[in-house]
């Protein structure tokens, strides 16, 4: 721009030149500051003779993880143990994600609904869950999930499978020699389903013609898989849960902790999804549907060719909000013992080893980056739904 | 260079706290204010717990205390921060207290790298185990498979890790943030046992809505050495809390109480306690402090046993006896050097 109108201002009186040095003022300063915090930071560290950087990740951690998805012994080092708590962070985001998405589809809709009693039902729950604050929320979970449960002396039991309140105990598979074939065998299926289905829209929008590709393709799914589990001579054992002095030993177990979590942080966001749901819903003109009708279309493809991709492009941006809103609260878990980032690292790491500065700024980075990972995936969802607009 | 980039992304959010705490002279900040900052726990009975007026008491508290009235003649001027286990180390780092004050077992890792100086012994502990009596176990030994609730961030976790790897024994740790909340996940069920220190295991007993159904076992698992924290390289500071206590201690073997310190402090010609109750010279000048700062200190608060029997000891409902917390005449470990 500076260089079409710089036939006769001076150098100070461009309006592009005086925005590139206000820019390079701008820079000067941040940078300055920047390193004065930095600087005073380093001196008052080194004065107090507190230790830093980040030497303690190779360092044996000495204290154990309740849930642990890779291997983990109190012998492992800080860093292990950080990705441990990173996984458990990641694991109950994503969940609570899915499940507080299908909770709030359902809810959305059930406030919408013809039927008095279930519109009403929804209401109460939204209402109730929103205004209810989500740490007390976990609590309850927590607490009411372990009153509610047996003693392990007198577990619910069907067949191989306890309940008490130390979890959920089932039996646990181990795979034998030959499995690797079964998952081959399973992988391959998927890929195929993926081709008839892509071979059936083809031919659709070419011909016209309908093929139940979606149903064809689940069978052939199952149908593969059994076969070839059948036939590598079902190579899975099963470890199964015992009753032992104080606790079930062996088997698979899902922990109270993990259940509070989950139900708390999915049946509060999804009382906040299904309101945009509601809304998403409502944005789309009944003309439309109205339209949709008129051509003799049915009312589930109605609302899944017409009104949903409409209503969609309402929900997704507040949806993204909510996403990142329960990544985050997920570090409320510390609170009931299960052991996400915040709980181990700026818990138990940083009282460990002391160093709340390079803890802290982990954790930063990690939620950090698990939002922005989250909102660009969200964004780019949001471009491919617009282009339906025309 | 890894490391820098780092502290480079977090220095901005933190700079400020740390920064805070970098000044040398802490008695003269306490002067100026008025009251020491004391950290304590978010409740433990017998060592730092509110009661419904908010006024605190504990063996923990009183260590403030004192130090209060070695500066102040008032043991009043305190001013209290409850802390969970994870806040307390940060919390006297940033300089947000003066002392801390909370059941703080003194460590290697602790003493050297935290930036922070433990004074001395004002209670020394071992961490125990707590189960339900209808379980029917009698030694630690037998808990193989048990699930064991603690408080988060405290040698306690690293202690439980260590016995139950020693002796081949498995478990299920479930780790709470709070102590309350540790608790009350082993009195629903969650947990087998409960472990902390067993001074603490008493103190929380006594919480629960039946204590007699609750056994301690009998093995100690470790050394707790609890004492009060101070910042690194406030080293008049430091002198001021640990010789607090040490008068205490010596006040004790001594035979100088609350009750006597003021009739002693009139009619003893010991050379001895005159000098520590400041009749002859000015023992308190080298701490920058006033001559009466020890006879204020047992006048105000007593001597080590009064502390231990109002707040631990047996006719208390924490109901500790003095064991090992007794002086070296009378069979304990406590010996304070003299004052002189």
């Known amino acids: 721009m500076s260089n079409n109108n710089s036939t006769n201002t001076s150098f100070l009186n461009d309006a592009g030149n005086r925005a590139l040095i206000f820019q390079a003022v701008l820079l000067v300063v941040v940078v300055a500051v920047g390193y004065y915090l930095f600087h005073n930071l380093q001196a008052n560290l080194e004065n107090q003779g507190i230790s830093t950087g980040f030497r303690f990740l190779n360092e044996p951690a000495g204290f154990p993880i309740l849930i642990h998805l890779i291997e983990y012994t109190e012998a492992d080092t800080y860093g292990r143990a950080f990705v441990v708590a990173l996984i458990n962070t990641f694991v109950i985001s994503l969940m609570g994600i899915v499940l507080a998405t299908i909770i709030g589809v359902i809810m959305g809709l059930a406030r919408l609904s013809q039927n008095w009693l279930v519109a009403r039902l929804a209401t109460v729950y939204i209402e109730t869950l929103r205004n209810l604050p989500l740490l007390l929320q976990m609590f309850f979970w927590y607490f009411a999930v372990l009153a509610a449960l047996p003693h392990p002396r007198d577990s619910i039991i069907f067949g191989d499978f306890f309940l008490n309140k130390r979890g959920i105990y089932s039996p646990n598979p181990i795979f034998q020699d030959g499995m690797d074939f079964v998952i081959v065998a399973f992988v391959l299926s998927i890929v195929a389903a993926i081709g008839l289905i892509v071979w059936a829209k083809k031919r659709q929008t070419l011909t016209g013609e309908w093929f139940p590709a979606y149903w064809t393709s689940l069978a052939l799914i199952i149908a593969v898989t059994v076969l070839a589990f059948i036939a590598a001579g079902s190579p899975v054992e099963f470890d199964l849960p015992q009753k032992s002095r104080f606790n079930v030993s062996g088997g698979m177990v899902l922990v109270p902790e993990f259940v509070a979590v989950l139900i708390a942080l999915s ?75 915040v709980a181990v690292v700026m818990g138990t790491t940083l009282n460990q080893t002391g160093q709340a500065i390079e803890t802290i700024g982990l954790c930063m980075l990690v939620y950090g980056s698990l939002s922005l990972s989250i909102s660009f995936f969200m964004n780019w969802y949001n471009k491919k739904m617009s282009l339906v607009e025309r | 260079m890894k ?152 040698t306690t976790e690293l202690n439980m890790a260590d016995f139950f790897r020693k002796h081949n024994l498995s478990y299920v740790p479930v780790i709470v943030q709070k102590a309350d909340e540790a608790l009350s996940a082993y009195a629903s069920g969650r947990c087998d046992v409960f472990t902390t220190d067993k001074s603490g295991l008493a103190a929380h007993r006594s919480k629960l809505a039946d204590p007699a159904a609750h056994v ?123 004052v002189r």
Not at chain 2, 73 to 78: F, H, L, N, R, S
Request: aromatic share 8%.
């Open chain 1, 267 to 341: 049946t509060y966001t999804g009382a906040f999804i299904a309101e945009i749901v509601r809304a998403g819903i409502l944005s789309v003109n009944w003309g439309q549907t109205e339209a949709s009708r008129s051509l003799g279309l049915p009312d589930g493809l109605t609302q899944r060719l017409i009104v949903l991709p409409q209503a969609l492009r309402v929900i997704i941006p507040p949806l993204t909000s909510q996403f990142l809103n329960l990544a985050k609260n997920s570090s409320l878990g510390a609170a009931i013992a299960y052991p996400e980032l």
């Open chain 2, 3 to 154: 490391s820098n980039v780092g502290k480079i992304l977090t220095t901005a959010a933190v700079a400020a706290t740390i920064s805070a705490g970098a000044s040398a002279a802490t008695l003269d900040d306490v002067k100026a204010k008025g009251f020491i900052q004391c950290g304590v726990s978010q409740g433990v009975p017998g060592f730092s717990n509110a009661d419904e007026k908010g006024n605190w008491s504990g063996i923990d508290v009183d260590a403030c205390r004192a130090t209060a009235a070695a500066i102040f003649g008032d043991a009043q001027k305190v001013k209290f921060t409850p802390l969970s286990a994870k806040e307390r180390f940060t919390a006297l780092q940033s300089g947000e207290i003066d002392i801390l004050s909370r059941n703080t077992t003194w460590t290697y890792t602790r003493d050297t790298s935290l930036g922070l100086d433990f004074t001395t012994v004002n209670f020394y502990d071992g961490q125990g185990f707590m189960v339900r009596k209808d379980l029917g176990v009698e030694s630690a030994m037998e808990l193989d498979g048990a699930t064991v609730c603690t408080e988060q961030g405290t």
């Open chain 2, 216 to 338: 301690i076992l009998p093995e100690t698992i470790s050394k707790e050495p609890l004492g009060p924290v101070v910042r690194h390289g406030d080293n008049q500071w430091k002198d001021i809390v640990t010789w607090a206590l040490f008068v205490q201690i010596n006040a004790e073997e001594m035979g100088i109480s609350s009750a006597n310190v003021a009739k002693i402090k009139a009619d003893t010609k010991d050379p001895g306690i005159r000098r520590l109750l400041g009749v002859e010279g000015n023992m308190g000048e080298a701490l920058g402090l006033n001559a009466d700062w020890a006879y204020n200190i047992i006048a105000e608060v007593g001597n080590y046993g009064e502390v231990f029997e109002r707040n631990v000891g047996p006719k208390t409902p924490v109901g500790l006896p003095r064991g090992v917390n007794n002086l070296w005449t009378e069979g304990g470990v406590l010996y304070a050097p003299p």
